[in-house]
DNA sequence: AATTAGCACTCGGTTGTCAAGAGTGCTAAC
DNA sequence: GTTAGCACTCTTGACAACCGAGTGCTAATT
């Protein structure tokens, strides 16, 4: 499945043309805007080739050609890739956040970034937390029958609830739990907290019982409050495609994007690739079928952690998102070092 | 200004039409569907009457009438309010979050069933935590040149972040900041921090220098840290009205929204009413000029804290919405007051 | 054998016209 | 004061005609 060098050329320029207007590219156009050395009725039969190929799609017969999904897929992998090798990511942007701020804040400094960049919309996954192990379990009191949990993970997420009590409970016995619970839990990660171990914590502890009954309540609370996060930066930018002035693809697009439950569906298998990008057809649900997803992992401890991805249209301008995006990837795993693991 | 009771019912009908069908209303249509006892020649007439007095327009000749701003104001105001003071709010919804969650939860829980309710964009600004007072500042280690800071304030905000220091901090001196910065500042508000409490808390302490460097830092976290946060949720119910079938106008209207900034000046100004209806020219900014807007405030010790508002089209139901958020608004106050000050 | 010029053909988008339908305002009759 | 009747206005949808961009094929050229 190998191009001759002049398909290859030809197939660049339609992409590269379409990318911009966003309109079917014709012969003529292509043998005027791209000194490619030969005359329209050849760029038609090699435009023929590649449509028969596969490459190239018609909108109808007397339009000119845009780029299939397997186009645009060759275009990146083949095309693309080899470019990309050689090139170094540009100075694209700063990234403060350094010394300020939990993870998500550093995320959402990014997003925002990366969408004025692209103009396509961001999307993070925070780490999962219950993977991350403890580094403080604090409870604060917060009134006379409240406490604030809050949780810090080496991951850098924070977490914090309230918990309302049955009972009064008095500072002291907030210092009581907060010992044990912090000898019992910390460097375990909150997968780990089985109920052997809140057994023993709550024997180890010499409370009132509905005190300790707090123990099964922060359990719980760690459980369902360390799931991974959805933020998203830029939804309004699909505006901007012309491909999305049809009001019930933006609709589509955008309701399903505020789902948070569909899009940890479709990010969380990218979890473990360094750069993902999924064209069109190739991504799972229907509703981003003409969106192509471009997704980085960030590392701490050198895991993978989280991710980084845009979406937009699969006329995506790809050479250019590829390079932002591995730069973010790059700065923000340097951060995150730096920031977890002191300087 | 006062309509005679037949202008009056002729103007509810039209209006009570043109919400559920968004079409205009012609003089048959409402002799058949509402038994006016008039023929649709004398609902001309008066129809022609109510255009003079401002109350209806007419999109074009030979089209039926829409109420104009002034129409929908006259309606609120003396037709609903005074038929809504006898109505009681039905049990629309249910409000968990008792006892788990901030105040941020507690408030997105209550916008998602307002938007599902209501079928319009719903939006809360958290309460200003710089004018409420400090129940809990807490340092907790991070790393050994970084801390965790927690804020807890007596409206129910929590906030977080890491601070990164330029020197190594001992658990210790850690403990001694928190008993001193405990001390100095709780039920204070954060605005009552000043140059005074800053150099009289660092000359209390004992530490290094760079060490009481921190307590700056924390100041000036603090304020930036505690300001009124913007919460939106069901934007895409936008997509549901024929009015916003143009896309410009959604991406208008989803851009103004989702621009943090620009709600904050938009809403600021309601935060001191119990509730507030803006029809379309009455609203500040252009961008949602053919908006409505229903805003009620809720009470944290009995003051004004924060604000619910939902959007929609000035073609909105509100007679439905004001008893929604009145409801939501009453409830929201007693779960906050049992929240916050035990039960 | 590959390339190119020429030409007929296709199809979507635009424009213009027309008729139908909904609704009004006015006048005259009740 | 109310209503029936009628001429008038304006929008909407359908249909036809036309234009232009682009193709595929064939025959000529290199």
Same mark, same amino acid.
């Given at each position: ?44 039969? #090699? ?6 190929? !596969?490459?190239? #799609? ?31 990511? !540009? ?12 993870? *998500?804040?550093?995320?959402? *400094? ?10 396509? +919309? ?50 002291? #016995? ?15 990660? &909150? ?23 707090? &123990? ?11 799931? +991974?996060?959805?933020?998203? *930066? ?23 994007? #505020?789902? +948070? ?22 991504? +799972? ?59």
């Amino acid at each position: 499945m190998i191009l001759t060098g002049r398909k290859r050329k030809i197939l660049e320029a339609i992409i590269g043309d379409y990318i911009t207007t966003a309109e079917p590219v014709g012969s003529r156009t292509l043998a005027k805007n791209y000194n490619l050395g030969i005359s329209p009725a050849t760029i038609r039969n #090699e435009m023929a080739d590649l449509e028969e190929m !596969g490459y190239l #799609e018609q909108p109808h017969t007397s339009a000119g050609r845009i780029p299939s999904d397997k186009g645009y897929r060759v275009y990146v992998d083949e095309i693309l890739m080899n470019r990309h090798a050689v090139r170094s990511g !540009g100075e694209f942007f700063y990234l403060k956040g350094l010394n300020s701020g939990g993870i *998500e804040k550093l995320l959402k *400094e990014a997003l925002k970034i990366i969408s004025d960049l692209t103009e396509y +919309t961001s999307i993070a996954l925070t780490p999962h937390a219950a993977e991350s192990t403890i580094k403080q379990l604090e409870l604060l009191q917060f009134n006379e029958n409240s406490v604030v949990v809050v949780l810090v993970t080496d991951s850098g997420t924070i977490k914090n609830t309230i918990i309302k009590l049955n009972s009064v409970i008095s500072s002291k #016995e907030i210092d009581i739990l907060n010992l044990h619970l912090n000898r019992m839990l910390k460097g375990h990660s &909150v997968e780990e907290i089985n109920e052997n171990i809140i057994k023993e914590l709550k024997d180890s502890i010499n409370l009132p019982v509905d005190i300790k009954w707090l &123990v099964c309540v922060i359990k719980n609370l760690l459980v369902s409050e360390t799931g +991974t996060e959805v933020l998203v *930066e830029g939804t309004t930018n699909f505006f901007k495609f012309p491909e999305y002035r049809d009001i019930d693809r933006v609709k589509t697009i955008l309701s399903f994007i #505020e789902d +948070t439950r569909m899009i940890l569906n479709l990010l969380m298998p990218f979890t473990n690739n360094d750069i993902s990008i999924t064209i069109g057809s190739e991504n +799972t649900f229907e509703e981003v079928k003409d969106c192509s997803i471009i997704t980085v992992t960030y590392n701490i401890k050198g895991k993978n952690a989280g991710t980084i991805s845009i979406i937009g249209p699969k006329r995506m301008n790809y050479e250019r998102v590829i390079t932002i995006m591995d730069d973010v990837g790059a700065r923000l795993n340097r951060i995150l070092t730096d920031y977890l693991y002191g300087k």
